[in-house]
């Protein structure tokens, strides 16, 4: 009998390992219990084809990786600063497509829910490759613009992973929840005594960042750095109010960080990389997450560069099971990148002018205040530029319940300044708006135009109200739907489309799982 990819399976564990799945087994989260050699023979629902043909394909993946790693790694860094940030990026982004193909390839060997996912396999398994496949995809985009051998050399190989990764995507079967959504459910790496912490009121700090000098640390990117490694428990960072002038990347290996300031407007990190200074929009961002399980509560991030320096990011995340709950993320052109991953944010107030919100990931905005702001002269605003690439990728943007608007400086120029929700980045881009309100801010058309083929795009309203939500002058694209169906809008819905029942609740965040406020 084959084995589903969203009960638990049956206990068994593999002989051998990948350096994550090693980890939390050190750490005491993996009980090997059997010998399961003979295992990866039977199949798995959600997959098309055996576990072990599964695997092979993803190894084939791995040493394409390890090629452009390899040939990478021999070009030393110059003084080219452009290039230099476009190697460095690669280097970064192909590490993580190897973590991303590796658990993909042990999650077909050990139990469900014990592989650090959600416990529903396939949605883990789909967005772990629509990771690895959006990795190169950047990593390409930033020799763009510099005559560069090594573009050349990488390019042809890039394209073999990008194809492979989408081959192994296709593989792969969506299988859906069955549980309600009044569940509260516990990813099954969260210890018991970890879920009475993350459900209390109280939380318990482990470091405080104070500016002033009253805390453990004086900033932000000393107290990341003192959080232990692939931590499976909450490692919480206090910031003081203040303006914190600083670049902070929290890497891969900081799992389950949860960072809190003393509100929206008191706790700021500030940066102000951009593209025009040389740095890649990938490197741009003032804030960067990569490790998973991360938590943002009561905080601003900020990039400062202004329109003229065009892409420059003010928060850049990578982390799957992540949240932003009531935070400032404010910039001008690429202010938030959602690169990769499943993505929360609740009652954040976000503010740009070109494609300000953009990126791969599978994210839901509730409750939050989008603002437009007024940008380079002639310029056209775009909310959104989501980068779906593959029609087999979970990926997406969804808005439930929030507010579109103008920004103070843009109030003025409304009638003059268009403002669109969004504009395809890729071929396959995604992005709903439900059950929100929009200002007059929000031109008629709805949707920016580009010069591809509208069909394969997935745009789509849902019960939205306010003058901006006039639906009779909008585009008449093939890919644009007027949703009428509540079960078609309940795909986009936090318990749907990023799974949010199974994950969400040990974070102590609210949510709306479906479609009811």
Same mark, same amino acid.
């Given at each position: 009998?084959?084995?589903?990819?969203?009960?638990?399976?049956?206990?068994?564990?593999?002989?051998?390992?990948?350096?994550?799945?090693?980890?939390?087994?050190?750490?005491?989260? +993996?009980?090997?219990?059997?010998?399961? #050699?003979?295992?990866?023979?039977?199949?798995?629902?959600?997959?098309?084809?055996?576990?072990?043909?599964?695997?092979?394909?993803?190894?084939?993946?791995?040493?394409?990786?390890?090629?452009?790693?390899?040939?990478?790694?021999?070009?030393?860094?110059?003084? *080219? &600063?452009?290039?230099?940030?476009?190697?460095?990026?690669?280097?970064?982004?192909?590490?993580?497509?190897? =973590? =991303?193909?590796?658990?993909?390839?042990?999650?077909?060997?050990?139990?469900?829910?014990?592989?650090?996912? !959600?416990?529903?396999?396939?949605?883990?398994?789909?967005?772990?490759?629509?990771?690895?496949?959006?990795?190169?995809?950047?990593?390409?985009?930033?020799?763009?613009?510099?005559?560069?051998?090594?573009?050349?050399?990488?390019?042809?190989?890039?394209?073999?992973?990008?194809?492979?990764?989408?081959?192994?995507?296709?593989?792969?079967?969506?299988?859906?929840?069955? &549980?309600?959504?009044?569940?509260?459910?516990?990813?099954?790496?969260?210890?018991?005594?970890?879920?009475?912490?993350?459900?209390?009121?109280?939380?318990?700090?482990?470091?405080?960042?104070?500016?002033?000098? @009253?805390?453990?640390?004086?900033?932000?990117?000393?107290?990341?750095?003192?959080?232990?490694?692939?931590?499976?428990?909450?490692?919480?960072?206090?910031?003081? $109010?203040?303006?914190?002038?600083?670049?902070?990347?929290?890497?891969?290996?900081?799992?389950?960080?949860?960072?809190?300031?003393?509100?929206?407007?008191?706790?700021?990190?500030?940066?102000?990389?951009?593209?025009?200074?040389?740095? @890649?929009?990938?490197?741009?961002?003032?804030?960067?997450?990569?490790? $998973?399980?991360?938590?943002?509560?009561?905080? !601003?991030?900020?990039?400062?560069?202004?329109?003229?320096?065009?892409?420059?990011?003010?928060?850049?995340?990578?982390?799957?099971?992540?949240?932003?709950? #009531?935070?400032?993320?404010?910039?001008?052109? =690429?202010?938030?990148? @959602?690169?990769?991953?499943?993505?929360?944010?609740?009652?954040?107030?976000?503010?740009?002018?070109?494609?300000?919100?953009?990126?791969?990931?599978?994210?839901?905005?509730?409750?939050?205040?989008?603002?437009?702001?007024?940008?380079?002269?002639?310029?056209?605003?775009?909310?959104?530029?989501?980068?779906?690439?593959?029609?087999?990728?979970? @990926? %997406?943007?969804?808005?439930?319940?929030?507010?579109?608007?103008? =920004?103070? *400086?843009?109030?003025? &120029?409304?009638?003059?300044?268009? !403002?669109?929700?969004? $504009?395809?980045?890729?071929?396959?881009?995604?992005?709903?708006?439900?059950?929100?309100?929009?200002?007059?801010?929000?031109?008629?058309?709805?949707?920016?135009?580009?010069?591809?083929?509208?069909?394969?795009?997935?745009?789509?309203?849902?019960?939205?109200?306010?003058?901006?939500?006039? +639906?009779?002058?909008?585009?008449?694209?093939?890919?644009?739907?007027?949703?009428?169906?509540? #079960?078609?809008?309940?795909?986009?819905?936090?318990? *749907?489309?990023?799974?949010?029942?199974?994950?969400?609740?040990?974070? %102590?965040?609210?949510?709306?799982?479906?479609?009811?406020?």
């Amino acid at each position: 009998m084959a084995l589903s990819c969203s009960t638990k399976m049956e206990s068994g564990t593999p002989t051998s390992f990948s350096f994550i799945i090693s980890v939390i087994l050190i750490l005491g989260v +993996l009980t090997p219990t059997s010998d399961a #050699r003979g295992s990866d023979l039977k199949g798995l629902e959600c997959l098309k084809v055996s576990s072990s043909d599964f695997r092979d394909s993803v190894q084939g993946v791995i040493q394409v990786l390890q090629r452009v790693t390899s040939i990478l790694s021999r070009f030393p860094n110059g003084r *080219d &600063f452009r290039l230099s940030n476009a190697i460095f990026d690669c280097l970064d982004l192909l590490d993580l497509s190897f =973590d =991303d193909l590796q658990l993909s390839s042990s999650a077909t060997q050990i139990p469900t829910g014990q592989q650090n996912g !959600t416990g529903n396999l396939s949605s883990d398994l789909r967005t772990w490759l629509s990771a690895a496949l959006a990795n190169p995809q950047t990593c390409m985009e930033g020799f763009e613009g510099i005559n560069s051998i090594i573009d050349n050399l990488l390019s042809s190989l890039l394209s073999q992973m990008i194809s492979s990764i989408q081959h192994l995507l296709t593989q792969v079967h969506h299988v859906p929840d069955d &549980f309600h959504a009044s569940e509260i459910q516990f990813p099954p790496w969260i210890k018991p005594r970890d879920q009475k912490v993350l459900q209390s009121d109280e939380i318990n700090v482990d470091v405080v960042v104070a500016a002033d000098g @009253t805390g453990t640390f004086t900033s932000v990117a000393d107290a990341v750095q003192a959080a232990p490694d692939y931590s499976m428990k909450r490692f919480v960072i206090y910031v003081k $109010r203040g303006l914190y002038k600083e670049n902070v990347e929290i890497k891969k290996k900081k799992w389950n960080i949860m960072m809190i300031g003393e509100g929206m407007d008191a706790t700021v990190i500030s940066g102000d990389r951009n593209f025009y200074d040389g740095w @890649t929009t990938y490197r741009s961002a003032t804030f960067a997450v990569s490790g $998973r399980g991360f938590i943002a509560r009561d905080i !601003t991030f900020q990039n400062t560069a202004g329109p003229e320096k065009h892409q420059a990011v003010a928060l850049r995340s990578n982390s799957d099971l992540s949240v932003f709950y #009531r935070c400032g993320i404010y910039g001008y052109q =690429d202010s938030l990148y @959602t690169h990769t991953m499943r993505q929360f944010y609740r009652e954040c107030r976000i503010k740009g002018s070109v494609d300000f919100i953009f990126g791969d990931a599978a994210a839901v905005f509730q409750k939050c205040q989008i603002q437009a702001k007024r940008g380079l002269p002639g310029q056209k605003n775009a909310i959104t530029a989501q980068g779906r690439k593959d029609p087999h990728e979970p @990926t %997406g943007f969804s808005f439930q319940f929030c507010n579109i608007s103008a =920004d103070s *400086d843009l109030l003025p &120029f409304v009638g003059s300044i268009e !403002t669109y929700l969004g $504009r395809p980045w890729r071929a396959y881009s995604r992005t709903v708006y439900m059950q929100t309100y929009m200002s007059n801010a929000v031109a008629p058309r709805g949707w920016l135009e580009w010069n591809g083929d509208e069909s394969s795009l997935y745009y789509a309203e849902y019960m939205n109200g306010g003058p901006g939500a006039a +639906l009779e002058n909008r585009v008449k694209w093939a890919g644009f739907h007027v949703l009428k169906d509540a #079960r078609e809008a309940y795909h986009f819905t936090v318990a *749907d489309f990023i799974q949010g029942n199974l994950w969400l609740p040990h974070t %102590g965040v609210m949510y709306t799982a479906g479609l009811s406020a």
